[in-house]
């Protein structure tokens, strides 16, 4: 078997659809297979693999045993040359397997490989290239040097801002969200660390693979990440697990090395997760605020508030789409490219599942109006499923 990809689902079935309907077409043709490790998921997740994707393997848990050890679970089942760790959240375009294991045969250095996210704006996720949080570089990124010289080397090296967007270079870490592995660099310097609940172990391991000899790099392929959908980013549970992570990497690698520094770090990260916790509070009470506010200006108007959809997709798609934006009050218009003028559009979204129409034309599109600030939050529609992601919200 060439390669494993893992993914750890909790309570996302219709993100974990739409993901392992890309893996599905991204594989084709290739040496791969596919696990679900599922955290004791209560949304039906394991029944809707298990009718729809029988050829995935299913390690179905009793509990929430946490991201670290989900993935070991399925590592040491499988037996593959490489292994691809995939967030539910994600779906990859079809040429992005191939381009990933063709890296690897062409770089035998290479220990793991990370790709261009695309937010879902459309916009490139700047975490698809990381440095090691070192206390010089978390200190530059917590000062904000790093968003005052975002090229800079030295200042910007958190999300290693000085490499192009669109070639291959050589990074310190690597995005859990999509982790290629060489199981060789696995077997030498060790899976992943249990310690770490959520979050971290990616940075951690990403560390020791360098660490080993091995290389860590970035490469243009192409993943659309819904980022934070199978986690809550607003709770105190997702900010407590992040930066706890930060503190637990700390202490195992760098509180030796770095023990003059280690009461700043610590409550570097600890005021950083204060504030973190604050500022995604004060956000959604200011939305809040807004929803309230714009709701009556519109009703004084008397012009009621409709988002508006452009959809790329097949006539049969179509015909299922229209009647779910009605009931969610979207105003929903079919087009045929992204060429079309779309800057008005509140959502571009385009079917999963399409004929002959390939996924990653659509996402450097996108990316494309994103640069000329013509940005659309980007959905997607599966008519298996008759299902419409949106980035806030999932109509059905």
Known sequence: MKLSIIIVNYNVRHYLCQCLDSVRRSAEGLDVETWV????????????????????????NQDNVGFARANNQ?????????????????????????????????????????IHMVNRDGTFARESRRGLPTPSTAFYKVIGLSRLFPRSPRFARY????????????????SG???????????????????????GEDIDLSYRIGQGGWECWYTPALMLHYKGESTQQTSFRYVYNFYNAMLIFFRKNFAKRYWFAWLFVELAVLTMGILSLLRKWLHRSL??????????????????????????????????????????????????????????????????????????QILWQLMANARTKHRSGIGTFNLQTKTLILPNDIYT
């Open 287 to 360: 939305r809040f605020l807004k929803h309230i506010t714009g709701i009556s200006k519109l009703q004084k108007r008397k012009a009621p508030y409709i988002e508006k959809l452009l959809f790329i997709g097949s006539e049969e798609a179509w015909v299922a789409l229209r009647p779910i934006c009605d009931r969610a009050n979207i105003q929903a218009s079919r087009i045929n490219t992204i060429e079309e003028k779309t800057e008005d559009a509140t959502y571009i979204c385009f079917e999963v599942t399409p004929t002959g129409r390939p996924y990653y």
């Open 159 to 174: 999300h290693m801002g000085h490499l192009p967007e669109f070639a291959d270079g050589r990074i310190d870490a690597i």
């Open 37 to 60: 490790v599922d955290n004791a998921s209560t949304d039906d997740s394991v029944a809707m693999v298990r009718l729809l994707f029988p050829e995935v393997h299913v390690i179905e």
């Open 74 to 114: 399925a590592i040491k089942a499988s037996t593959s040359e490489l292994v691809l760790l995939l967030n539910p959240d994600t779906f990859i375009a079809e040429d992005t397997l191939t381009h990933c294991i063709r890296f690897f045969e062409e770089h035998q250095q290479a220990g793991a490989i990370g």
């Open 177 to 199: 969200a999509f982790m290629m592995l060489r199981r060789e660099a696995l077997e030498q310097v060790g899976l992943l660390d249990e310690t770490f609940f959520m979050y």
